[in-house]
Every structure is written in C-alpha cells, then in structure tokens.
C-alpha cells in the first residue's frame, strides 16, 4: 500500500495534462481507488496492455503509453540498425491522439514512425509490418471493450502480437524507463504518415483468398443474389468492409447509418461487442423497416478483428455464436477445398488451430477430413505463432484455418491476427451458397451436428470491480488446481481427465459423458470465465446438459468464494 501512495504522490507533484490532474486531486485520501490505480503497473495481457482510461500506472493514459514506447524503442534500437514500426489507431476516445504521441516518442529515440492517417483495424496493422518491411507494430485500440477503455498492442517483425516470452522482456526494458524524464533526442528517427496504398494492398490480398464452392460463373450469381445489412458499430471497418463485399459481389450492402460514422462514445451501442445481443439492436430495427429483406446481419468490432453474424431463418434472425461461426467457417473450407474447386486440395501436415476455450467439435470435423486440430492458449497471438513455426520449417501452405470462439477467425497467412474483414467475406461465401440451395446457414449448422453430434456450448463469468480481486481470482482457480470441482457430488459425472496449466492459470476438465469445463481468469477484464461444452444425441439433450452443468459449476465457485470471504 504505501509504494502505492509514493507514486501517486510523485505524480501529483509533476506537471501533468489537466485531466489527469484533475482525476488525482479528485481521489486524494481515497484509499481504495488511490490502490486500484496505483498498486502496480499495467503489464501486458491476452491481447497487449488495455485498462480503463485515466490517471495512474494502472490505467491507460499519455504518461504510461509514453513510459511503454521509450522501453519498447530502447529494445528496437538494440537489434536492429535502423528500426522502423507501423502505427495504427481505432475510433475510440483518444486513441488517434494516443498514436500521434507514441510516435514522436519513437521517432524521438531513434525509431521511424509509419503513421496510418484515419482509423485503422487490426489486420491492416499487422499486414503493414510485412508489407513495408518493418521491426515491429502498435495499435492503440481496446478492441471490443467499452467507450472507458483503450488499450496498445505491440506487433512483432513477423506481424505478429507478441508472445509470453517477448511480453516478459520487453516489459524489463518498459520497467527501467522514467516516463518523467525527457525522451532525449537520437536525430534519427522520423514520423511518416501512410498514404492509401497500404489499404489498396492489404485489400487485394483479401480478394486473393476467395473461397467459392463451385464454378465461378455460379457463386458470383448467387452471391448477386445475397442482401447484406452491415455494422462496422462506429468503427474502422466501414470503407473495408463494404469495398470487400462489393468486390465480392453482394447484391445489397446496406449499412446501419446510426452505426456508421466513427464514433468513441458508441452511442447505440455502449457495448461495442459482436459476442453481445445488444450489438445487434440497431441493425435489427434497420432489417425491421425494410420487411426484413437481407439474409445476413454482420458487425464488426471498433478495430474489425471480430465479426458477429445473425441469419434470417424461418423464425427470424438468429445471432450465431463465435464457435457456431467457427464450425461453419471450418465445414465450408473443408468441403471446398476437399473438392478441390480452389485450386488447392487437402494434403497432409494441414492444420488448423484453435483455443483450447474453442468448440472441441472442429476437432472431430478436422479427423473426418485428415485435417489436424491443434489447441493453443487463448490469445491469437498464439495462433500466429504456430503460423510463423510452420513458415520457419518451410510449410506455410499447411496453415488452413485459425480461429477463436470470441468471433475471431483467419483463413490465410497475408495477416498474422484474426480478420473481421476477412471473415465478413467468408460469412457471405458460405450464406450465398446455402441460399442457391434454399437453405440457411442454421440449417447447415443443423446438418453439421447431425452428422458429428450435437455440441452446446455455453460462456459466463463471474465479475469483480476492482484490481485486488485478482487475488481472489488467482484462489478460485487454485481451488480447481486442488481438487474441487471432483469434491463436488452433485456433478453426477466422474471427472475422466484433469488438466491444470499454472502459468496461465487454466483449469481443464473432461468429464465422462463428452462434457468438458474450463476456468480462466481473463487476460483483458476482471473476469473469471468459465467454458461449458456439451454433447448430446438431440440439441434438446445437449443444451440441457449444459445448462444444468454451467449453473453447477457457478454455483460451486459461487460457494468456494463465499469461504473466501
């Protein structure tokens, strides 16, 4: 507590920007916000360093983005002669101010600066490392996350987010930085502001890895025949999105207009979240008015890496889950590519990789194909990597497919993070042609769990308030570490394996009827997660069984908590 108090002194007493001045006179004497602010330094995550925005070392604001570029500018300036990164930004609250002073504090150690000039999403930042040639990436975002939040990623020379192991030593160098003291001044680096052609680029390699289904001449009209209601949920997708489908060839893109222009404040939408209901409020009174004439509703998030799909069924539109969009995404490239309409057959060592917290039903699709499913831990980083792992070994054509079940996917290597853009075009591939056979893509999702098996699964948490409840979290899932779940009689199913990965600080369970759980703290919010997946031989089964085993487990860390107390 009292290194908590020294820092928030030292930084009252230094010439800070009004507002966050304001917010540290604000809490003074306030003992438990003075903690949550300062009781340590924001360190990397699933996906970069994110918090809310405002004053402290705990938060997201000018002082620490300054301290994490000087660090991260000393590690590029040491291993290479020139360094030069890519700097992008999303729509959110000072997220375009935030870019333009990181990179006067690259350019300020030496670093050349490549600035997108408008609003950018995350796949093109990514993609910019390769094509331009450069050491590394930031984006400012906090991706999907509320209008209080923002966040950096950090992008290595592959394009790709930076693993475990570069967090930790890029965090030593952010740590012996005094974002106080001056930047100094090398004389060397300098800002550049990009022009068009990196998104022109960018673009065209999307188009480059259509996928259709049969002849040209009859996916390109069926997809004329497809109408499309757009979100970009007051992004950076909007001039990607809708270029992409109208190369496709979408015979209506409609775009939600309350959603349409760049907007941090989401007015509409206070959860910017594709995953969430609420996302898709405003398109749904949009396909209302127009007698519901479009097939599919696609958002995508503030900095495009997800994409949220709803179908138009019989009943009405029904919002697919990220692991529903997984299955059909995976189905779709299976069968096309084992047909071999693509130009590109399925061969042995192809693989696709997911989370571990992702359907475990891909995996028995990828056996029926050859196809191998491989899990890694949550964070598309770690799917990126195994991209660069295969590429280091010569075989970077056996990457097929990457996806997670917080709607993020990829299906080829031209970016190294999940692609909302990309995956806006798959979603139309696969719902043009179901449409040329009078079907939905729910039906098709109907016919994939009849032949493997129906499959429910099921994502909650349990929400904490503020930064010590870490710790609480940290003993939930060291409960589960020590044996919890199985003292709990009321499961009614022996526990067949358990898996418990400590340093990520996962809990892994696979019971004997097919059903799974996991537990794991989130890498980004102060959440505890918890992933139900059950099988059932109907979907009335499958989704009873994971209903009762979701409120169980909840109702089991509920109780471990309460001890805690």
């Known amino acids: 507590m009292e290194r908590c108090f020294i820092e928030y002194t030292r930084w009252k007493s230094t010439a800070l920007p009004e507002d966050l001045m304001a917010e540290l006179e604000a809490i003074e004497g306030d003992g438990d916000e003075i903690y949550d602010r300062f009781c340590k330094d924001i360190v990397f995550g699933t996906s970069g360093l994110r918090g809310k925005m405002g004053a402290g070392t705990n938060r997201i604001n000018s002082v620490v983005l300054r301290k994490a570029s000087m660090g991260i500018a000393r590690y590029l300036t040491e291993r290479y002669g020139e360094p030069g990164l890519v700097i992008g930004f999303d729509t959110r609250i000072n997220s375009k101010e935030y870019a333009a002073s990181v990179a006067e504090v690259f350019a300020a150690r030496g670093v050349n600066a490549y600035v997108f000039g408008e609003a950018t999403p995350v796949p093109v930042v990514s993609f910019a490392v ?130 349409q222009k760049p907007d941090g404040n989401f007015p509409t939408c206070p959860s910017p979240n594709p995953e969430n209901d609420g996302a898709f409020t405003e398109a749904l009174k949009v396909c209302a008015a127009n007698q519901n004439k479009y097939d599919v509703i696609l958002a995508t998030d503030p900095d495009s890496d997800r994409m949220g799909a709803a179908v138009l069924t019989d009943e009405g539109y029904c919002r697919l889950s990220g692991n529903q969009v997984g299955e059909l995404m995976f189905d779709y490239i299976l069968r096309c590519h084992s047909r071999g309409v693509c130009g590109r057959v399925l061969s042995d060592g192809m693989t696709a990789f997911k989370s571990f917290v992702s359907s475990p039903l891909t995996e028995e699709m990828g056996r029926a194909y050859g196809v191998k499913v491989k899990n890694v831990f949550t964070g598309f980083k770690n799917i990126a990597l195994e991209m660069e792992r295969l590429t280091a070994s010569g075989r970077s054509g056996d990457f097929l497919f990457g996806f997670e079940e917080s709607l993020g996917y990829l299906y080829g290597d031209y970016t190294r993070d999940k692609d909302g853009i990309m995956a806006c075009q798959m979603l139309c591939l696969m719902a043009a042609e179901q449409k040329s056979q009078g079907k939905d893509l729910v039906q098709r999702l109907e016919e994939i769990y009849g032949q493997y098996g129906y499959t429910e699964s099921i994502t909650t948490a349990l929400v904490y308030k503020q930064e010590k409840d870490r710790q609480r979290m940290a003993a939930m899932v060291k409960s589960l570490f020590d044996g919890k779940l199985k003292e709990c009689a009321a499961l009614g199913k022996e526990i067949k394996k358990e898996f418990c990965y400590r340093r990520q600080s996962m809990y892994c369970a696979d019971l004997a009827d097919g059903c799974r759980v996991i537990v794991r703290p989130s890498g980004t919010e102060l959440k505890l997660k918890i992933y139900i997946f059950a099988k059932g031989a109907t979907r009335e089964e499958a989704i009873d069984k994971a209903a009762r085993l979701c409120a169980l487990v909840r109702r089991t860390l509920e109780e471990e908590e309460r001890k805690n107390e």
Not at 163 to 183: H, M, Q, S, T, V
Not at 225 to 235: A, D, F, W
């Open 130 to 259: 390769r094509h331009l040639k450069l050491n590394g990436g930031i984006m400012i975002t906090a991706s999907h996350n509320t209008r209080e939040y923002n966040g950096y990623k950090v992008y290595d020379h592959f394009g790709n987010q930076i693993d475990e192991d570069k967090a930790r030593l890029i965090e030593k160098y952010i740590k012996e930085e005094d974002p106080f003291e001056g930047c100094g001044d090398a004389g060397k680096g300098q800002v550049f502001i990009l022009d068009d052609s990196v998104k022109e680029a960018y673009l065209a390699e999307v188009q480059k890895n259509i996928l259709l289904w049969d002849e040209e001449a009859n996916c390109r009209k069926a997809l004329s025949e497809l109408k499309v209601c757009y979100t970009p949920l007051n992004g950076s997708g909007l001039g990607y999105v809708t270029q992409i489908l109208n190369s496709l060839g979408a015979g209506t893109v409609d775009v939600v207009e309350s959603q």
